[in-house]
T-cell receptor
Framework: GAGVSQSPSNKVTEKGKDVELRCDPI?????LYWYRQSLGQGLEFLIYFQGNSAPDKSGLPSDRFSAERTGGSVSTLTIQRTQQEDSAVYLC????????????FGPGTRLTVT | AQSVAQPEDQVNVAEGNPLTVKCTYSVSGNPYLFWYVQYPNRGLQFLLKYITGDNLVKGSYGFEAEFNKSQTSFHLKKPSALVSDSALYFCAVNSGNTPLVFGKGTRLSVIA
């Protein structure tokens, strides 16, 4: 079946602009995660959604970052007033549940803030 | 707090030789341990996981990992490396329903 898809694959934006990144998880997966991958920094957890529970936002670096998941499926990560330090690859993953279930990752969105 | 350490940024190995990519972890409670691989310009792919039971777990592409509770380690191994194994490898841990915590990654280079 189809894997996790993300759009756009690349995004170049000017400092101060808002951006929206989209994630389509694997159908039927109840958990959805957002991570940020910066060069040499590994993966940084941002936020995750599990079913109808309130999302865990503990990894969001500032209030400029927000995410929503509509209908338990598609998710959008929004970054307001982008800064150059926001430049990174943003990865989305989904899983059949949390904890013991492995996550399936999308190809990522490379964000460049000029 | 959970944490993962991958002490080597880079591992070089000759094709056909055994390879080891090291990982140690710190977690409260029972650990759930994962290895992922990232090939150039591609997303992360799941390799294997340890949840409970046998300490030696086998995964995709001939990889295996050994859970060692006393040493809090979960090293990734393969008996005979291939050039196509060259990639970035990530170890990750969680406990229960907490978010996965990833290590910084180890770049494996297999030389023909």
């Amino acid at each position: 079946g189809a894997g996790v898809s993300q759009s756009p694959s690349n995004k170049v934006t000017e400092k101060g602009k808002d951006v929206e990144l989209r994630c389509d998880p694997i159908s039927g997966h109840t958990a959805l995660y957002w991570y940020r991958q910066s060069l040499g920094q590994g993966l940084e957890f941002l936020i995750y959604f599990q079913g109808n529970s309130a999302p865990d936002k503990s990894g969001l670096p500032s209030d400029r970052f927000s995410a929503e998941r509509t209908g338990g499926s598609v998710s959008t990560l929004t970054i307001q007033r982008t800064q150059q330090e926001d430049s990174a690859v943003y990865l989305c993953a989904s899983s059949a549940g949390t904890g013991i279930n492995e996550q399936y990752f999308g190809p990522g969105t490379r964000l460049t803030v000029t | 707090a959970q944490s993962v350490a991958q002490p080597e940024d880079q591992v070089n190995v000759a094709e056909g030789n055994p390879l080891t990519v090291k990982c140690t972890y710190s977690v409260s409670g029972n650990p759930y341990l994962f290895w992922y691989v990232q090939y150039p310009n591609r997303g992360l792919q799941f390799l294997l996981k340890y949840i409970t039971g046998d300490n030696l777990v086998k995964g995709s592409y001939g990889f295996e990992a050994e859970f060692n509770k006393s040493q809090t380690s979960f090293h990734l191994k393969k008996p005979s490396a291939l050039v196509s194994d060259s990639a970035l490898y990530f170890c990750a841990v969680n406990s229960g329903n907490t978010p996965l915590v990833f290590g910084k990654g180890t770049r494996l280079s297999v030389i023909a």
